[in-house]
């Protein structure tokens, strides 16, 4: 039987991907709506992180998860919470010698450095390069990555986390040639320099380098600066005419890729 690749939305970068029957969390963030001050220098300093709640308990976010993938360890991507609540024997992937330092710091024991040939469970998993927003932002906002999963005969899937539209992405999609690309959408931005992710011409631009994929967005409406709704997002799409090729989960929502 083939295995069905499934993707749920939990909130803003949060997300469990069931890729051949392995299960990953990528990049939790389980406090409890509001338990975190606003990004400074951007929209909505009223509204505290997260702006929403989970839509499911802690627990069952964990269940049955077999790894965790951290892009980078900004707080919207793992907060306290999630470092309480993980077991602490559970397998950890990080971009680098930095991060994993952090995380082991935080008592993980089985914390594991992406490489370009990564293999967990006979799923492949391949580090691929990010730039987190515009010169001079990218130097404040730090390194990120995304990863490609490959395995067992499944539609690629290229997780881009926190990038914008850069030659690494184009890259990427050229080399490997993925069917499923989860971008992270909501365009979230500071007072000065553009997006720090993906904002609407960012997709179009994935949409038109990879014109057969289906482009799932993630990170929207998630924290509070980010910019692109979802309903932006979507009218954009009609706009320019790919609507059939992108999918905006809600928040609890699961995709399920035959």
Not at 9 to 14: E, G, H, K, L, S
Not at 68 to 86: F, P, S
Not at 131 to 160: D, S
Request: net charge neutral.
């Amino acid at each position: 039987k083939k295995q069905i690749m499934e993707i749920t939305q939990i909130r803003n970068a949060t997300i469990l991907i069931t890729y051949v029957d392995v299960k990953f969390l990528v990049d939790p963030m389980l406090g409890p709506k509001g338990c975190m001050k606003p990004f400074p220098f951007s929209k909505r300093q009223d509204q505290r992180n997260p702006l929403n709640d989970l839509p499911f308990q802690k627990e069952k976010v964990l269940e049955g998860v077999d790894a965790v993938i951290l892009t980078h360890l900004h707080e919207d991507h793992v907060d306290e919470t999630a470092y309480e609540v993980i077991p602490k024997t559970m397998k950890i992937f990080v971009q680098d010698d930095k991060d994993k330092g952090i995380v082991e710091r935080k008592g993980f024991k089985d914390v594991e450095i992406l490489s370009e040939s990564t293999t967990f469970k006979g799923v492949k998993l391949i580090k691929t390069p990010g730039q987190h927003g515009h010169f001079p932002m990218r130097l404040a906002a730090g390194h990120t990555c995304g990863v490609v999963f490959e395995g067992n005969g499944e539609k690629i899937l290229y997780l881009v986390g926190d990038t914008i539209w850069f030659k690494g992405v184009s890259q990427t999609i050229a080399k490997y040639r993925p069917e499923i690309i989860l971008v992270n959408g909501g365009g979230n931005k500071f007072h000065i320099g553009g997006p720090v992710i993906m904002a609407t011409k960012d997709i179009l631009k994935v949409h038109e380098a990879a014109p057969e994929a289906m482009i799932i967005s993630t990170h929207m409406e998630g924290v509070n600066h980010w910019s692109v709704s979802r309903k932006e997002l979507a009218d954009f799409a009609k706009t320019h005419k790919f609507s059939d090729k992108l999918l905006i989960p809600l928040d609890g929502e699961t995709i399920i890729e035959l």
